[in-house]
């Protein structure tokens, strides 16, 4: 009975340890803002074909960083966070766009370019 207890307990613990890549908030920022770039840049195919290609570099250099940084087993994790902050992004863009309240739809355009800026602000020009 008493190993029975034991193989609850180790359960419990292992299942409560954070995820690979979990504990570093700085590779979190990165796979945000690699989601994020690529929901802007999606977005400028459409409207602003020119503008995509400096929001590719971005992207790019954010990947550089995601890549220098993630462990080996984080890579589900971090792909969950990009994609997490691309559907975001893309909700704050399309509102932004498409919304029919324009005060509404001016601060998701400005929401939508403060999150950009942060990103854009962790790589080197």
Do not use: H, N, Y
């Not at 945000?32 to 802007?40: D, N």
């Not at 893309?90 to 370019?113: H, I, N, P, W």
């Not at 950009?116 to 602000?121: L, P, T, W, Y």
Request: glycine fraction near 8%.
């Amino acid at each position: 009975m008493a190993r029975g207890l034991e193989t609850f307990l180790a359960v419990l613990v292992l299942g409560a340890l954070p995820a690979p890549g979990a504990a570093d908030p700085l590779l979190r920022e990165f796979a945000v803002c690699a989601g994020r770039l690529s929901a802007i840049m999606e977005d400028q195919w459409m409207f602003d074909g020119p503008a995509s290609e400096r929001t590719a570099e971005e992207l790019g250099a954010m990947v550089s960083l995601i890549e220098a940084s993630m462990p080996d087993g984080a890579l589900r994790q971090v792909m969950a966070w990009r994609i997490d902050a691309k559907v975001a992004q893309r909700g704050l863009l399309a509102q932004a766009r498409f919304g029919g309240d324009q005060r509404v739809s001016e601060t998701a355009a400005a929401r939508a370019e403060a999150l950009a800026a942060e990103c854009r602000s962790m790589i080197l020009s």
